[in-house]
């Protein structure tokens, strides 16, 4: 019998609470004009991302593909990270939000972005961050898995959306880094950057509610602004860049 989080009739609810949800819909938006700040210089070609699910990408970066693991009316195509069915050197951006934590061999993923990316063309994900505060939301708050001291770069179970570790970024890209950089040498680490330690809780996330009003989601981001310099503590997520060679 399959987990409820692997049915599509989920995601749909998910993409109508999202939209639903003035906050959590502007957790979203920032997260998409993340994505957008980091195409600037990119080459000419397709945009891909992955893992779209209940999101709507396609409100910030228009030409965007969208796709998933599952079929969704919603997405564009039918897409496994493992093997992108797209030639060489033809993409020029790939993005994922809150995806990559999902992957079930990443390394296989991420062979496949190096052989599919153009020079200059960008892996952009906003991703679970392993600091002092989010592992503790993670490991108590969150009905996804997380282990920081996995030594594989692998996810167990067979469910697309339900089986995952959200410290699996901060295991590839810095726990492991060195590892990284010798398996894959034409994909540079650009950016890294952990931030927005209490947006996504206030919002509430998939349930119905949220924890404040909309009206103080901008001030609720300054305090976050204020806070930056704090990420590697209490982000919650982490942005990362990697940039084809």
Same mark, same amino acid.
């Given at each position: 019998?399959?987990?409820?989080?692997?049915?599509?009739?989920?995601?749909?609810?998910?993409?109508?609470?999202?939209?639903?949800?003035?906050?959590?819909?502007?957790? #979203?938006?920032?997260? #998409?004009?993340?994505?957008?700040?980091?195409?600037?210089?990119?080459?000419?070609?397709?945009?891909?991302?992955?893992?779209?699910?209940?999101?709507?990408?396609?409100?910030?970066?228009?030409?965007?593909?969208?796709?998933?693991?599952?079929?969704?009316?919603?997405?564009?195509?039918?897409?496994?990270?493992?093997?992108?069915?797209?030639?060489?050197?033809?993409?020029?951006?790939?993005?994922?939000?809150?995806?990559?934590?999902?992957?079930?061999?990443?390394?296989?993923?991420?062979?496949?972005?190096?052989?599919?990316?153009?020079?200059?063309?960008?892996?952009?994900?906003?991703?679970?961050? &392993?600091?002092?505060?989010?592992?503790?939301? #993670?490991? &108590?708050?969150?009905?996804?898995?997380?282990?920081?001291?996995?030594?594989?770069?692998?996810?167990?179970?067979?469910?697309?959306?339900?089986?995952? &570790?959200?410290?699996?970024?901060?295991?590839?890209?810095?726990?492991?880094?060195?590892?990284?950089?010798?398996?894959?040498?034409?994909?540079?680490?650009?950016?890294?950057?952990?931030?927005?330690?209490?947006?996504?809780?206030?919002?509430?996330?998939?349930?119905?509610?949220?924890?404040?009003?909309?009206?103080?989601?901008?001030?609720?981001?300054?305090?976050?602004?204020?806070?930056?310099?704090?990420?590697?503590?209490?982000?919650?997520?982490?942005?990362?860049?990697?940039?084809?060679?």
């Amino acid at each position: 019998m399959k987990n409820i989080l692997d049915l599509p009739e989920t995601t749909i609810k998910s993409g109508e609470i999202i939209k639903n949800k003035k906050f959590f819909k502007n957790v #979203y938006l920032d997260f #998409y004009q993340i994505f957008k700040s980091h195409s600037k210089g990119i080459p000419a070609g397709k945009k891909l991302e992955l893992g779209s699910g209940a999101g709507f990408i396609k409100d910030v970066i228009s030409d965007v593909i969208t796709s998933d693991v599952i079929k969704l009316p919603m997405c564009d195509k039918i897409v496994n990270a493992e093997k992108l069915p797209f030639k060489d050197k033809t993409l020029s951006a790939i993005y994922m939000l809150n995806t990559f934590h999902h992957i079930k061999n990443p390394q296989k993923a991420l062979t496949e972005f190096q052989r599919t990316l153009k020079k200059g063309g960008k892996v952009v994900m906003v991703e679970p961050y &392993n600091s002092f505060w989010g592992r503790f939301i #993670y490991k &108590n708050f969150h009905y996804e898995g997380f282990n920081e001291k996995a030594m594989e770069w692998k996810i167990n179970g067979k469910g697309p959306l339900s089986d995952a &570790n959200n410290a699996l970024p901060w295991i590839v890209f810095q726990r492991d880094r060195e590892k990284f950089i010798k398996l894959f040498p034409n994909l540079k680490i650009t950016h890294f950057q952990a931030h927005t330690p209490i947006r996504y809780l206030l919002s509430g996330g998939l349930k119905k509610h949220q924890f404040v009003p909309s009206f103080t989601y901008s001030w609720i981001k300054k305090l976050e602004e204020l806070l930056a310099p704090l990420g590697k503590q209490l982000g919650m997520f982490v942005t990362i860049v990697l940039e084809k060679n």
